[in-house]
T-cell receptor
Framework: AIRMTQSPSSLSASTGDRVTITCRAS??????LAWFQQKPGKAPDLLIY???TLQSGVPSRFSGRGSGTDFTLTISSLQSGDFATYYC?????????FGPGTKVDIK | QVQLVESGGGVVQPGRSLRLSCAAS????????MHWVRQAPGKGLEWVAV????????YYADSVKGRFTISRDNSKNTVILQMDTLRTDDTAVYFC????????????????WGQGALATVSS
């Protein structure tokens, strides 16, 4: 199975900060990567798919980049509703696998 | 609007079985692949299984292969996860997920999730 890693595992930031999360795949996955946001007690929400395509309704402050094995999720100006845990997911091949998550909390 | 409602969670002893159901509404269920994703308490997300729109193709995570069975009934807009020979590490919230994937570019979009059903395996 393809192993996904994320860094950092957690970070503290303030409203208005620019935040970047990194995701790495154990083998090349082209751009078959998605990003999800999850808040406590809730189901995840799809933010980005195809590494850089914003899901409908997702604010433009979220952006994704990368291909092959290295990917990033950037929040250009952190808002109060963005404090959550973020997961990357590869769908290049089954079994689909998620990264361990990055928790973004308030500094 | 799209709605996915899981049911069937509960507490069960190791080695026993549990059957989760997901009732779908608000979209043409028979045209979408469906997945189950789970999350152990305080842990990350783990993909569990997928069933194609027509029910003919199924894939499983190695951790559940041979113990879990995914199925669907397109006449009832329902997807089922039959979980047998349960272990304590199967304890998790199980999410039913719609897969809006496009066959042209091969992108799988997990665009709608249920609220989750908690399955607890404990003696």
């Amino acid at each position: 199975a393809i192993r996904m890693t994320q860094s950092p595992s957690s970070l503290s930031a303030s409203t208005g900060d620019r935040v970047t999360i990194t995701c790495r795949a154990s083998q090349g996955i082209s751009t078959y990567l998605a990003w999800f946001q999850q808040k406590p007690g809730k189901a995840p929400d799809l933010l980005i798919y195809a590494a850089s395509t914003l899901q409908s309704g997702v604010p433009s402050r979220f952006s994704g980049r990368g291909s092959g094995t290295d990917f990033t999720l950037t929040i250009s100006s952190l808002q109060s509703g963005d404090f959550a845990t973020y997961y990357c997911q590869q769908y290049y091949t089954y079994p689909f696998t998620f990264g361990p998550g990055t928790k973004v909390d308030i500094k | 609007q799209v709605q996915l409602v899981e049911s069937g969670g509960g507490v069960v002893q190791p080695g026993r079985s549990l059957r989760l159901s997901c009732a779908a509404s608000g979209f043409t269920f028979s045209t979408y692949d469906m997945h189950w994703v789970r999350q152990a308490p305080g842990k990350g997300l783990e993909w569990v299984a997928v069933i194609s729109s027509d029910g003919n193709s199924k894939y499983y995570a190695d951790s559940v292969k041979g113990r879990f069975t995914i199925s669907r009934d397109n006449s009832k807009n329902t997807v089922i996860l039959q979980m047998d020979t349960l272990r304590t590490d199967d304890t998790a919230v199980y999410f039913c997920v719609r897969d809006d994937h496009d066959d042209i570019w091969g992108n799988y979009r997990f665009d709608s999730w249920g609220q989750g059903a908690l399955a607890t395996v404990s003696s």
